[in-house]
Nanobody, 113 residues
Framework: EVQLVESGGGLVQPGGSLRLSCAASGFTFSSYTMTWVRQAPGKGLERVSTINSGGGRTSYIDSVKGRFTISRDNVKNTVNLQMYSLKPEDTALYYC??????WGQGTQVTVSS
């Protein structure tokens, strides 16, 4: 059974940092691209960042470029999203997405003073 479990969300002040993690199981993690997706209150889903199977190719939406870094550990089967200089508009439920339409349950990130 494919499982994705996110962690690391929380409440942070503007300008702060958080590191999200997603632990994967039930599939050959090192063979698949992984993605972080977010949904802000009252808005649609937004693909934040993607990393290819080997970790050598990444992409980001323009609004997080230079502030977020995606990485993966193919030994520990985890994918991470390091977020710096957080802004109120980064407030959202963040999901880890993988193969076969798999999604985690999400972790809430709230940026507020």
């Amino acid at each position: 059974e494919v499982q994705l479990v996110e962690s690391g969300g929380g409440l942070v002040q503007p300008g702060g940092s958080l590191r999200l993690s997603c632990a994967a199981s039930g599939f050959t993690f090192s063979s698949y691209t992984m993605t972080w997706v977010r949904q802000a209150p009252g808005k649609g889903l937004e693909r934040v960042s993607t990393i290819n199977s080997g970790g050598g190719r990444t992409s980001y939406i323009d609004s997080v470029k230079g502030r977020f870094t995606i990485s993966r550990d193919n030994v520990k089967n985890t994918v991470n999203l390091q977020m710096y200089s957080l802004k109120p508009e980064d407030t959202a439920l963040y999901y880890c997405a993988g193969p076969f339409g798999s999604w985690g349950q999400g972790t809430q990130v709230t940026v507020s003073s």
